[in-house]
């Protein structure tokens, strides 16, 4: 049973959990068609991804209210979502075209030497609820062109939005046993999944706590792995920048999604000098925020996906204040009024915060956002750095010797400087450092080592 986060009473949709048999048939399938997809031309299988963008932005209405009922993500982040899965499929439509490998020159007369790229076989894909479209579509997409048949296991919270990309992409050419779903809990199914002998490779974003079981599993099987994992990203706030424009990029950074990216900005680091103005431009940013319907056009902040997801962003609320941070705005239970029958969340800021603190340390995953004030940029990248987290990170200045000093020196696998910690365009490399991932990173071309393996050929003539 799928119920609206906005409006808990409201049944979207009922999804029928696979059983194991079916994961069997699943991967089974997968690796029987894997035999005739690898051999199609690339160019072939990138028209079907070229299609299923076409469908998908002409389905854009339909997906995005589904998915927003579904996840409470606002209609326009949800849009924007759908805009940058076409986006991918686009890309990797095109990729089809493209050469891999390399030729190389040989020290022997007569013979040609070169590198190609094949196809790694039937690949699981496990994916979170927060981006339902975007994030799947990013790792099938890659798998599907260069000739991978794929089993993909969304998660529990975004099932019915899983479905319906599925079937976009069944109508625009996939053949069913090249891309299927199994649907049920990660724990059963997905295990399942990731397990099964004829999978070759697992592909997951997703939790640390998950992901470091599936390296467990998928290394003892000799599996290729890649692992998406959590952040906690800074953002670093320099005396020379734009100070109302870098307080809303923070504020776009933390609580977009009610904060429910991996790449959220969690911490943002102010020099002293500027941190009570930054404070008070924040604060008023922040409590202009529209929190409500996830539908209408004009609400900046829907509610959390579930009542797991609302318990714990409140009880992480509950433990900073417990520890001594002092809250800036927010905070407060939102249960009255039309609030009372969703997992709405309060945008929350706290300051005063210290390292050893828990909403420092850990991934939230929610709209809370910390602020603490340093001396100078050494202090300040000192602290981003020591997360166990490398995903993303921002600093705002216009002084070009710091900003240069930070992109080299900031431990993160995504560096913006004057814009929102953030993921990447398509075309670009999407990964973090440390804790943040596992394996090699996706997007782009990036994607390419993941999803094929080298085979070296010479040939003497
Ligand atoms: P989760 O780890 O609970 O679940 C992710 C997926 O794994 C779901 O499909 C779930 O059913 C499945 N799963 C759970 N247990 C499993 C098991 N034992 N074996 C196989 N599959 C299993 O994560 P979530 O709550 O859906 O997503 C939130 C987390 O994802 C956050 O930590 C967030 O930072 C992270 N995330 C990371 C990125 C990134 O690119 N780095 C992007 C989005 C989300």
């Known amino acids: 049973m799928r119920y609206?986060?906005?409006n808990i009473d409201e049944l979207i949709g009922k999804v029928e959990e696979s059983s194991l048999a079916e994961v069997d048939i699943a991967a089974t399938s997968a690796k029987q068609a894997f035999i005739n997809w690898k051999n199609k031309p690339s160019i072939e299988r990138g028209d079907i991804l070229r299609v299923a963008a076409d469908l998908l932005e002409a389905n854009m209405e339909e997906v995005a209210i589904l998915a927003t009922k579904e996840t409470g993500k606002v209609i326009r982040e949800t849009r924007g979502e759908i805009g940058r899965a076409a986006a991918i499929l686009r890309y990797y439509g095109q990729e089809g075209w493209r050469q891999i490998g390399e030729h190389l020159p040989s020290a022997f007369i007569g013979k040609t030497l070169y590198s190609s790229r094949v196809p790694i076989g039937p690949i699981a894909?496990?994916?979170?609820w927060n981006f339902p479209i975007a994030i799947p579509i990013w790792k099938m997409a890659p798998a599907l062109v260069f000739g991978n048949t794929v089993v993909w296991k969304p998660s529990e919270e975004s099932t019915l939005t899983a479905i319906k990309v599925a079937e976009i992409l069944w109508q625009a050419g996939l053949p069913k046993d090249v891309l299927q779903m199994v649907n049920g809990s990660g724990t059963t199914i997905g295990e399942a999944l990731v397990c099964h002998k004829d999978m070759t490779a697992v592909t997951f974003t997703g939790s640390n706590q998950v992901g470091n079981q599936i390296a467990i599993t998928a290394a003892s099987q000799q599996?290729?792995?890649?692992l998406e994992l959590g952040g906690k990203n800074p953002a670093i706030v320099l005396a020379d920048c734009d100070l109302s424009f870098a307080a809303q990029s923070c504020i776009d950074g933390a609580m977009k999604q009610s904060g429910q990216r991996c790449t959220a900005t969690g911490i943002v680091y102010?020099?002293?000098a500027v941190y009570d103005s930054f404070k008070t431009i924040l604060k008023n940013i922040c409590n202009e925020l529209k929190i409500g319907n996830p539908l209408s056009e004009v609400t900046d902040i829907g509610p959390v996906v579930s009542k797991r997801q609302y318990e714990k962003v409140q009880s992480y609320i509950q433990k900073g204040l417990e520890e001594g941070a002092k809250l800036v705005c927010g905070g407060q239970p939102l249960a009255d009024g039309y609030w009372h029958n969703g997992y709405y969340i309060q945008p929350t800021i706290f300051e005063n915060v210290k390292e050893d603190m828990t909403i420092v340390k850990e991934e939230i995953f929610g709209p809370v956002l910390c602020l603490r004030k340093v001396a100078n940029y050494k202090e300040a990248l000192e602290a981003a750095?020591?997360?166990?987290?490398?995903?993303?990170a921002s600093i705002f200045t216009n002084n070009l010797h710091q900003a240069f000093h930070f992109i080299q020196h900031a431990e993160a696998g995504m560096v913006q400087v004057n814009g929102e910690t953030g993921g990447a365009e398509p075309q670009a490399p999407f990964g973090g450092m440390k804790a943040s991932s596992s394996g090699s990173r996706e997007q782009g071309q990036a994607a390419v080592e993941f999803f094929t393996e080298i085979k070296t050929v010479s040939i003497q003539t």
Do not use: D, M
């Not at 894909?125 to 979170?128: E, F, G």
């Not at 599996?223 to 890649?226: G, I, L, M, N, S």
């Not at 750095?385 to 993303?392: A, E, V």
């Open 270 to 272: 102010v020099e002293e």
């Open 125 to 128: 894909v496990i994916s979170p």
């Open 385 to 392: 750095n020591s997360s166990k987290y490398g995903l993303s």
């Open 4 to 6: 609206n986060p906005a």
């Open 223 to 226: 599996k290729k792995y890649q």
